[in-house]
């Protein structure tokens, strides 16, 4: 079993900043790739970023590109999601997800991770 834990949500007002960071937990081995994907109210799940295992392989939606940067400490078992110049569109539950059972290096399609947080919300006033 493979635990990731969110944090780092809240309020903030438009063009402020938040990081969020996920910590994984169980058993966790071997090369596999982590992203953070966000569901808005009335919205499908969609992929945000993702980062490969050596963090040299890096993607992002196009509509975060330029303002938010993911980055992963191995070490700590954490990755990050820091996001700046927010606004009211980013406003969503924020996931974080591993591919560990049948990795690739970057998936940025939400069928192709295993395991997955319990979800931060972000909340973005105007």
């Known amino acids: 079993q493979v635990q990731l834990v969110e944090s780092g949500g809240g309020l903030v007002q438009a063009g402020g900043s938040l990081r969020l960071s996920c910590a994984a937990s169980?058993?966790?081995?071997?090369?596999?790739?982590m992203g953070w994907f966000r569901q808005a109210p009335g919205k499908e799940r969609e992929f945000v970023a993702g980062i490969s295992w050596s963090g040299g392989t890096i993607y992002y939606a196009d509509s975060v590109k330029g303002r938010f940067t993911i980055s992963r400490d191995n070490a700590k078992n954490t990755v990050y999601l820091q996001m700046n110049s927010l606004n009211a569109e980013d406003t969503a539950v924020y996931y974080c997800a591993a591919d560990i059972d049948y990795p690739r290096v970057v998936p940025t399609s939400e069928w192709e991770y295993d395991y997955w947080g319990q979800g931060t919300q972000v909340t973005v006033s105007s």
């Open positions: 169980g058993r966790t081995f071997g090369t596999y790739a």
